[in-house]
């Protein structure tokens, strides 16, 4: 039997449906956009790095599936959403019949992406860590009323461009912010984020790489 693919994740209807559904609590509570928008960006980002590194192709696309449902634990609670998504994955890829040795990759990096019990244990875990966490960007916010604007709202929406690059050498990882601070500070952005920020330099240790941050060409970590 052919193995199953990220296209084969992405195209399953079942799937989609936790996403989408996941999405629509997140929403209700008031969170930015954790759609498909998010978690593909998140799922190329995590197999970029993974190939860049030089990793083989089927680890590269694990790593891709588990961007593409980190996510779906949102579909039972916003708290702990990590552990609860790690297991919804389980019984969709047991349900696919996926090797328990590429389940348990998969897994173990859903359940370890989140800032508050996230850990980088493996190539998959750090390298959606570092996908996920770098995923800022305007048009995650759905409020359009700026005067309305909570803190997360501002930080999202003040940032113009984001790109998290590795270099040639494969010794750094960088994510460059361009900030437009009529609407976020950069104070706002650590406010929120320092946390997430510290687990990338983490997760990017684990896979061999510094860390650094830049927002508007000033180094912060």
């Known amino acids: 039997m ?8 992405k195209n399953s209807e079942n799937v989609n449906t936790y996403i989408r559904l996941a999405d629509l609590s997140l929403n209700a509570l008031g969170y930015t956009e954790h759609s498909f928008a998010h978690v593909t960006v998140v799922a190329e980002k995590t197999g970029y790095i993974l190939e860049t590194l ?3 192709d ?3 696309e694990l790593g891709k599936i588990a961007g593409y449902l980190h996510d779906i634990g949102n579909l039972v609670n916003r708290d702990d959403h990590s552990q609860s998504g790690a297991i919804m994955a389980f019984r969709i890829l047991d349900h696919l019949k996926f090797p328990p040795e590429e389940t348990g990759m998969i897994v173990t990096a859903i359940g370890n992406h989140d800032e508050g019990t996230g850990t980088p244990v493996s190539p998959l875990a750090a390298a959606l860590i570092l996908a996920d966490k770098s995923d800022v960007r305007r048009n995650r916010v759905r ?8 803190i997360h709202d501002r930080v999202n929406y003040s ?3 984001a790109e998290l690059k590795i270099n040639e050498a494969h ?4 994510l460059k912010l361009s900030v437009d601070t009529r609407y976020g500070s950069v104070m706002d952005y ?3 984020f320092l946390q997430r920020m510290i687990l990338c330099r983490k997760a990017a240790e684990f896979l061999g790489l510094e860390f650094k941050l830049m927002i508007n060409e000033q180094q912060l970590i």
């Open 58 to 60: 089927r680890t590269v």
């Open 2 to 9: 052919d193995r199953i693919t990220y296209e084969d994740i």
């Open 159 to 161: 940032v113009k461009k």
């Open 143 to 150: 409020n359009q009323d700026v005067s309305t604007f909570d």
């Open 54 to 56: 030089g990793y083989d």
């Open 190 to 192: 650590f406010e929120i």
């Open 171 to 174: 010794t750094l990882i960088k």
